[in-house]
């Protein structure tokens, strides 16, 4: 499938803007801007769209001088920020990064390297998981046992890193696609990286190349809002014209293991009540899913789809 360019000469490198969707994020974003401005292969300009923030995140932003645009919108959430953001870049592609995140300095050079020779729409990379002060505690990559999109819906053999910090795309591709779902939070990313799979091609740099934050305040941790984001996505993702068949027939099986998740989560949290309506919706759909929890109790697992 062609990818749309907004350069016709491909001996041109192309352009790329940052884009930086921050509310109340003043503790952790001039980390995420420096490590814009400290990129191997530079941007063309570092966008911050504040969504409506009280915390003082401006006066984070000035620090940085003309090197960075800051943009201010009425609150309106992480989709509409990040669509702000590319609807005024002026770069060829386009490269997201959440206020809480870190890039790694070769992180652009090596996605734009991957994606321009394989012809892809987007680009991803493996991450580092930190804590709040960057220690690492782990790493997250793109795996799957089979077919990516199949495996995202039922959760079989496949690990998913979200393209909130890591996706690189061609700017004209995003808006053609309607870029991030205004409707999604939480689960914007996974909905954008699922149309992707679908409508265009993906390439992928299995190496850490950027740092994913764990704290106290990550919008993972806000389950009901993760609940409500994932039943759309779902149901906009079996609704997709492009889900091949066999996709399609996991249906009943995906949506069991999704609840399941929820469940565990919600369970996690201690919110008992919650995680039994989650587990009860889960073997509506998928009744063999009640064996395996007798077989198995641990089974019911938090696991966030990205």
């Known amino acids: 499938m062609n990818v749309p360019r907004t350069v016709t000469d491909s001996s041109v490198p192309p352009t790329v803007s940052a884009v930086i969707p921050v509310h109340n994020g003043r503790l952790y974003l001039t980390d995420a801007i420096a490590s814009v401005l400290n990129q191997s292969r530079p941007v063309i300009e570092c966008i911050v769209i504040d969504d409506g923030s009280t915390d003082g995140t401006r006066d984070v932003v000035e620090q940085f001088g003309d090197r960075v645009t800051y943009i201010r919108q009425d609150q309106a959430g992480v989709s509409v920020a990040r669509n702000h953001g590319a609807q005024l870049a002026r770069g060829d592609l386009v490269a997201f990064l959440d206020h809480d995140d870190v890039w790694l300095p070769d992180k652009l050079a090596r996605q734009v390297q991957t994606l321009t020779a394989e012809g892809a729409a987007m680009a991803l990379c493996a991450v580092r998981v ?6 690492v505690i782990g790493t997250k990559r793109l795996r799957s046992g089979g077919d990516l999109p ?27 696609m309607g870029g991030f ?17 679908l409508e265009r091609t993906i390439a992928y740099v299995d ?15 806000r389950i009901p809002v993760m609940e409500r984001d994932m039943v759309h996505a779902f149901a906009k993702a079996f609704s997709h ?17 999704l609840y399941r998740m929820l469940a565990g989560s919600y369970r996690d949290a201690g919110q008992s009540t919650d995680a039994a309506r989650m ?3 889960g073997i509506r759909h998928h009744p063999a899913l009640l064996t395996e929890l007798v077989r198995r109790p641990g089974s019911i697992r938090r696991r966030r789809p990205t």
């Not at 930190?130 to 220690?135: D, G, I, P, T, Y």
């Not at 939480?186 to 799979?197: E, H, I, P, T």
């Not at 014209?241 to 293991?257: D, M």
């Open 279 to 281: 587990l009860v919706r």
């Open 207 to 221: 190496e850490p190349l950027a740092l994913y934050r764990v704290h106290d305040s990550n919008m993972s941790r």
């Open 181 to 197: 779902d205004p409707s999604l939070s939480m689960s914007a990313d996974w909905d954008l990286l699922f149309r992707m799979l």
């Open 130 to 135: 930190v804590n709040a002060q960057l220690e």
């Open 241 to 257: 014209p492009n889900l091949p068949a066999s996709a399609r027939r996991t249906r009943e099986l995906a949506y069991g293991r």
């Open 150 to 176: 199949t495996g995202m819906l039922t959760f079989d053999d496949t690990e998913i890193v979200d393209c909130s910090s890591t996706g690189l795309v061609w700017r004209e591709t995003l808006l053609e």
